[in-house]
């Protein structure tokens, strides 16, 4: 499951590379949850926890099933 999140990210990453953020993963939890770091100006954004959900977890959940949630460490 780790290599199919891996992959969501690799299509996810131009978008926040774009305004000078990236996204990092952290670890896959076994019941699901995706562990994500943001970084550069997603890290200390307002915008970050809509950019995680509504962009990074919707992405993620649509290419891996499995996903129950992500979120950010």
């Given at each position: 499951?780790?290599?199919k ?11 926040l ?33 809509m ?23």
């Open positions: 499951m780790k290599e999140v891996e992959a969501a990210l690799e299509k996810i990453r131009p978008m590379q774009a305004d000078g953020g990236d996204v990092e993963l952290v670890d896959v939890k076994e019941d699901g949850i995706v562990q994500v770091r943001l970084q550069g100006a997603c890290s200390g954004c307002p915008m970050s926890q950019t995680l959900k509504n962009g990074i977890e919707r992405i993620i959940k649509q290419e891996v099933p499995e996903v129950k949630s992500v979120v950010a460490v």
